[in-house]
């Protein structure tokens, strides 16, 4: 089933107002007393609402598949939640919510008895509320559903707008405090109203980021002694590249000892570079830097059915993207829709062993041999590189899937990307892409 973005909107707007009033519910119980647990001042907690549309978007071939369909649910409110966890963090220093205290818990950010609770709501969900809510809506005239997610979308805009800023006044008060304590003041006489009430509901629904709990336990920053020490950003950039060139030189040898032949494996037009692999990499670190000293079946553990989830979720999005098929494993024993099979994702967890335990340390050492300014440099100039490339090979791409219809260029842009990447170029660079599906 392939939802409209109309249909995916208002799925958005309704799992979040569930999942709004579920976790009101539940704090009601623990409290004896209501909270408004939402980041916004309306009634949704956006989170639910993210998770419900990924499940639109990545698990409908599995809707028939019940355990896969359970495990991909599983799958993406893990990403979900622990993205979200840590972005709220790095804004706070501190958690928003913290399970480090329970048993099976991540990082502290989930506890694994809820991923269960996700995982059901994927089944039920995509096998029996979604075709509902999509009936619904079909008896709804189409002029008064545009107009409602006009105004929805607007309020949600909004309400957005406001709480972020809050969010980040919170920040800059706690940065700022041993300096501007009078102005401070002021501020709190004399400033906006509804940010303080925003500010004041967040921190009674979430007590972890109380401004004097943080100012309490917040250290002083050191300078870092080397460049991009730790798992930091330009870290992970270095990573990135090392880890798309690497996959990309890895899958060449591997196409060459088993297929007999020597083929491209790059993502993109300019270079050896695999994304998926550079992504990998880079997600991998992120997600178990701190776990990076667990024994090598835990590890292997984690990489696999991540690893296995992160490239079924890169073939759906490709495919959505620019509609080419890159890899395809039907032929595989072991396969689910030909997009990962049971021997890759086992390869994913060898990998994720030999990253973190063999290869991490040492091209993390190179990384912080640079020098702290060059570093940063040079880690720019590759962003923005690859970010062109990027944008260039999806248009090429684009033009490369659109040239079966239309093969007359209609404008002077995709004269040139028919002059400069023609079939037989985007063959080369792509020789296992299918062009539709």
């Not at 079946?297 to 495919?319: D, K, N, P, W």
């Not at 395809?328 to 060898?350: H, V």
Request: charged share 20%; hydrophobic share 50%; aromatic share 16%.
């Amino acid at each position: 089933m392939v939802y409209t973005w109309s249909e995916l909107f208002w799925i958005f707007y309704i799992y979040s107002f569930i999942g709004w009033c579920a976790g009101v519910i539940a704090n009601a119980l623990r409290r004896r007393r209501f909270v408004n647990t939402g980041f916004l001042n309306i009634p949704l907690c956006p989170i639910y609402g993210i998770m419900g549309v990924a499940y639109c978007i990545f698990l409908p071939e599995l809707t028939n598949k019940i355990f896969f369909l359970f495990l991909g649910g599983c799958v993406i409110a893990f990403i979900v939640i622990v993205v979200t966890g840590a972005v709220l963090e790095k804004a706070f220093n501190r958690k928003w919510w913290d399970y480090s205290k329970r048993r099976f818990q991540f990082q502290g950010y989930l506890n694994f008895i809820h991923l269960i609770f996700f995982g059901v709501s994927a089944v039920i969900c995509m096998r029996f509320i979604n075709p509902l809510l999509v009936k619904l809506m079909s008896f709804i005239p189409g002029q008064i559903l545009l107009i409602l997610e006009i105004v929805f979308g607007v309020i949600l805009l909004v309400d957005t707008v406001c709480c972020v800023t809050t969010v980040l006044q919170i920040k800059h008060t706690i940065k700022t405090h041993k300096f501007v304590d009078y102005v401070q003041g002021v501020t709190e006489n004399f400033g906006n109203v509804l940010t303080k009430k925003v500010q004041h509901r967040m921190e009674k629904a979430y007590p972890n980021i109380e401004k004097e709990r943080i100012i309490e336990t917040e250290e002083p920053k050191k300078e870092p002694k080397v460049f991009a020490e730790g798992c930091c950003f330009y870290k992970i950039v270095g990573l990135f590249f090392i880890g798309a060139f690497l996959g990309d030189i890895t899958e060449t040898i591997f196409c060459r000892i088993t297929a007999g032949r020597w083929m491209s494996r790059s993502s993109v037009v300019y270079g050896p570079f695999s994304i998926v692999w550079g992504l990998g990499c880079a997600c991998l670190t992120a997600f178990l830097y701190k776990y990076k000293d667990k024994s090598d079946r835990y590890i292997f553990l984690y990489g696999t059915v991540l690893g296995g989830a992160y490239e079924y979720i890169c073939s759906v999005f490709t495919e959505l993207v620019f509609g080419t098929v890159f890899w395809d494993y039907s032929k595989i024993p072991f396969n689910l829709g030909g997009r990962i099979n049971l021997l890759f994702c086992f390869f994913w967890g060898i990998a994720a062993v030999v990253w973190l335990k063999i290869l991490y340390p040492v091209f993390s050492g190179w990384i912080e041999k640079l020098p702290k300014k060059g570093g940063k440099i040079i880690m720019w100039a590759a962003i923005v590189f690859m970010v062109i490339n990027m944008l260039i090979s999806a248009l090429a791409l684009y033009r490369y899937n659109d040239r079966i219809e239309n093969p007359v260029p209609k404008n002077s842009l995709e004269k040139i990307l028919d002059e400069r990447f023609d079939d037989e170029r985007m063959d080369r660079i792509y020789p296992n892409a299918k062009r539709g599906r």
